[in-house]
């Protein structure tokens, strides 16, 4: 009764967490970062990624989480209204298939372009999972910054904050322990 006690304790600590750390902001009053590195998995994230570098807020932008046969142009058809994006600025890394892959590749990329401030970009709802993995895989002297991805046209659901919480929750305890290694 005491461990189920608990895990209700953590539960409702951790959703609240999931839901109001961290909030929208306004992509004119961001600062400006060497890379971004914005997460797949939801439709508008590389979209909005590419509005904050046409936006001179970026100079290289890491889209983690790719599936390994996908080009560009399939992700992204419309980079040709974009035409102060350059395509060699984008990396497209093709390793990940989760959160803590997506920090750990990332890093490698940030590593190589030299990147000592970044800009993570993803979900409202993963974004506090997000920024936990990136910050604990991440050396300190790089400065990770949000820009939380909402979605005006699809509410979360009850199950999807269900869902992130036990996934938060998980990697709170994997992260961790990582952390410590």
Request: proline letters at 3%; aromatic letters at 12%; a neutral charge.
């Amino acid at each position: 009764m005491v461990l189920v006690t608990l895990f209700i304790v953590l539960f409702i600590a951790e959703r609240s967490y999931v839901l109001q750390t961290f909030t929208k902001q306004n992509i004119n009053e961001l600062s400006i970062s060497h890379c971004g590195v914005v997460l797949t998995g939801a439709p508008g994230r590389i979209q909005e990624a590419f509005e904050v570098m046409t936006r001179g807020k970026i100079d290289k932008l890491i889209i983690s989480g790719v599936y390994k046969d996908t080009q560009l142009r399939e992700i992204f058809p419309q980079l040709t209204e974009y035409p102060d994006v350059k395509s060699e600025n984008i990396i497209l890394e093709k390793i990940s298939e989760s959160t803590l892959q997506n920090a750990e590749q990332s890093l490698f990329w940030v590593k190589k372009l030299n990147c000592k401030t970044v800009l993570l970009m993803t979900s409202h709802l993963h974004m506090y999972r997000a920024y936990r993995t990136f910050r604990a895989s991440f050396p300190v002297d790089i400065e990770i910054s949000t820009y939380s991805i909402v979605n005006p046209a699809k509410a979360d659901s009850e199950f999807a904050i269900f869902f992130e919480t036990i996934k938060s929750l998980f990697y709170s305890i994997i992260v961790k322990n990582l952390s410590n290694i």
